[in-house]
């Protein structure tokens, strides 16, 4: 800290996290700001209390059954079905978070028109309505008595109470987070480049998926894994318009409030935890390829 | 894509002057907000008040009703000043020092957000649950912490842990410990370069922090639904409150409490635009979540 660099022989006001013996390698630099440990010591404390020691249960209980134990847990027919269903629908609500939210991040960033900063501001919604509420409002449209169901219902697609159904709610909560990541690289994006792009002689598609696209990647793949890591936790708005069919329509979330009704707390700590290892495990890849996707872009 | 032909400008291009492609990508963009987003908020006040104004007050005016607004209010009045606070004191110790392990503390900070709303409330049953680490030990000294509001606020707490936190850190980082260090070298006392000078530098984020933890700890459903028993007029908050009318068929009592919680949803919505809007530069995680 530069300050105790200046001010090598200031007054030191609450001295303990400051005046240290000098040590090979000090934990905390000199500063002359008070309250170090204090509130270093509140968040430490707090951080335990309220996610470590949680955690710390959730990572131990499943092994309660044995490592053969969780694995019949896991690969039962009906945990690895929910494991499949909200992994996959999660993945390709994503997938199409990818289009929807390119097109509304450009048009809300590139264009003027009426409207735009409330629409602008709408597109946070699916984060400000809460989740159940957006659950039993998506189930009422969608349902086969819905405005949008019973036209579905027509063309003989069932839309609430089936996989689709899912699909839907995890695009609604999902849109934001593309959105949101692109916007700001879109507006930075610098005009000069897609201009002397122009003046080489590409034409405008040409532009978009050489010059824009590759710019906006690495924005787009972080919105679309954040889309998709909430999509595989979520509870509220997936719930009640997923008609919860073992097997079919049941996903991983509602089979561990299940197992808990069942009092089966090792075998939901266990679907908690491959919930929380797989997401894990696809945030890192995905991070990965973010990397070498910035590399190749500055290279 | 038609908007790069036209010159280039800070300022977005007017709709007027472009030709079709913008005004299609217009059109198609109003279209998917509103029947993905907006029409699932106008079937909640739809529903809500399909059988009268009537209907719709006696539902929000039962005595279940009632209770359960004022368990969200007491759930979120407890959660959110606590996180409030931590995201102070883990802000000012992270912002204004340098020390070993910072980046693992942010790390873990930030876990909260990528864990499923159902496994921030099952954390819980694991720990205090009837067959939970501490189960006996409850059950002998008979105190409730599942199936009661303490389970509900932990629930609650840990589901909305990193909101302050995370609108505090990125600004605090950047305002740095210049104008904190001048005021202690004058003299002032610890406590007073708190409240003149850091409280008034980042009381726009605190207050936007505070105000995206606190509409999500009044709109939780997932964390607190496995940790409430859902008994009515004591275990249910208002969402939990929802779900039971839901379950019961009484659609007009669901989707009645429900538009309290979409109200409570757009008032945050407008004023996060507010401040996002009037104090753009003073919210350093401006359109992040």
Redo the contacts between chains.
């Keep these: 800290?530069t300050?105790q660099a200046l001010?090598p022989s200031?007054p030191v006001?609450?001295g303990a996290a400051v005046v240290r013996r000098p040590r090979r390698?000090r934990?905390?630099?000199p500063?002359?700001?008070?309250?170090?440990g204090?509130?270093?010591g509140?968040?430490l404390v707090?951080?335990g209390v309220?996610?470590?020691?949680?955690?710390t249960?959730?990572a131990l209980?499943p092994w309660e059954l044995g490592l053969s134990g969780v694995v019949h847990a896991l690969t039962a027919p009906r945990v690895a079905a929910a494991l499949r269903l909200s992994f996959g629908l999660s993945a390709l609500a994503a997938l199409l978070n990818a289009p929807?939210g390119l097109?509304?991040a450009?048009?809300?960033?590139?264009?003027?028109?009426p409207?735009?900063r409330i629409?602008d501001?709408?597109?946070?919604?699916?984060?400000?309505?809460?989740?159940?509420?957006?659950?039993?409002?998506?189930t009422?449209?969608y349902a086969p008595n819905g405005?949008?169901g019973s036209l579905l219902a027509k063309v003989g697609i069932k839309a609430a109470y089936s996989p689709l159904g899912i699909f839907i709610a995890l695009?609604?909560i999902g849109?934001?987070?593309v959105v949101?990541s692109l916007?700001?690289v879109l507006q930075d994006l610098d005009?000069?480049v897609?201009?002397a792009a122009?003046t080489l002689g590409a034409n405008?598609l040409q532009?978009?998926v050489m010059v824009?696209l590759p710019a906006l990647a690495p924005s787009l793949i972080s919105g679309v894994s954040l889309a998709f890591?909430r999509a595989?936790?979520?509870?509220?708005s997936v719930v009640?318009i997923a008609g919860n069919l073992p097997m079919k329509t049941e996903i991983a979330?509602?089979l561990?409030?299940i197992k808990?009704e069942q009092?089966d707390?090792a075998g939901?700590?266990a679907v908690?935890l491959a919930?929380?290892a797989i997401?894990?495990g696809s945030?890192i890849a995905i991070n990965g390829l973010q990397l070498f996707l910035a590399r190749r872009g500055k290279a | 894509?038609?908007?790069?032909?036209t010159p280039?400008?800070a300022?977005?291009?007017?709709?007027s002057r472009?030709p079709g492609l913008?005004f299609l990508?217009?059109v198609?963009?109003?279209v998917?907000?509103a029947?993905?987003?907006?029409?699932?908020?106008f079937?909640?006040f739809h529903?809500a008040f399909s059988k009268g104004l009537g209907k719709y007050l006696d539902s929000i005016r039962e005595p279940d009703a009632l209770a359960a607004m004022r368990l969200t209010l007491l759930v979120s009045g407890i959660s959110v000043p606590?996180n409030a606070?931590?995201g102070v004191?883990?802000a000012?110790?992270?912002a204004?020092?340098?020390?070993?392990g910072k980046s693992v503390?942010l790390t873990?900070?930030d876990?909260?957000f990528?864990?499923?709303?159902?496994?921030s409330g099952?954390?819980?049953?694991?720990?205090f649950?009837?067959?939970?680490?501490f189960g006996t030990w409850l059950i002998d000294h008979d105190v409730k912490i599942i199936f009661a509001t303490t389970g509900l606020v932990?629930a609650t707490?840990?589901v909305t842990?990193p909101f302050v936190a995370r609108e505090l850190i990125p600004l605090m980082q950047d305002q740095g410990?210049?104008e904190?260090?001048a005021a202690?070298?004058l003299g002032a006392?610890?406590l007073t370069t708190?409240w003149k000078i850091t409280l008034p530098n980042i009381r726009w984020a605190l207050l936007y922090g505070v105000l995206l933890c606190n509409?999500r700890a009044?709109?939780?459903?997932?964390a607190v639904?496995?940790v409430s028993g859902h008994i009515r007029g004591l275990t249910t908050t208002l969402?939990?409150h929802?779900?039971v009318l839901?379950n019961d068929y009484d659609?007009v009592g669901?989707?009645a409490a429900?538009s309290l919680?979409?109200s409570?949803?757009?008032v945050?919505?407008?004023l996060?635009?507010a401040l996002e809007w009037r104090h753009a530069g003073e919210l350093a995680a401006n359109?992040?979540?």
Excluded at chain 1, 121 to 136: K, N, S, W
Excluded at chain 2, 218 to 222: I, T
């Design positions: 800290m300050d001010l200031s006001p609450g390698s934990f905390v630099e500063s002359i700001l008070p309250g170090f204090l509130s270093l509140f968040t707090y951080l309220i996610v470590i020691l949680p955690l249960a959730l209980r929807l097109l509304l450009w048009t809300l960033s590139r264009y003027q028109f409207g735009r629409l501001a709408l597109v946070d919604l699916p984060f400000a309505l809460p989740t159940a509420v957006a659950g039993i409002a998506l009422a449209i405005p949008l695009v609604f849109l934001p987070f949101r916007q700001p005009r000069e897609e201009e122009q405008s532009r978009a824009v890591a595989v936790g979520e509870y509220g009640f979330p509602l561990i409030v808990l009092y707390y939901a700590a908690g919930m929380v997401s894990f945030l | 894509m038609t908007a790069a032909t280039a400008g300022k977005p291009i007017s709709a472009l913008a990508l217009i198609a963009s109003a998917v907000m029947v993905l987003v907006l029409m699932p908020l079937t909640v529903d606590l606070a931590f004191a883990a000012w110790c992270i204004k020092f340098e020390f070993r503390l873990l900070i876990l909260p990528s864990m499923s709303p159902v496994v099952l954390v819980w049953v694991l720990l649950g009837a067959q939970g680490w932990l707490i840990l842990f410990a210049d904190e260090a202690l070298t006392s610890g708190f509409a009044m709109g939780e459903f997932g639904s496995v969402p939990l929802v779900e839901y659609f669901a989707f429900a919680l979409a409570l949803g757009l945050t919505l407008v996060k635009t359109r992040r979540h």
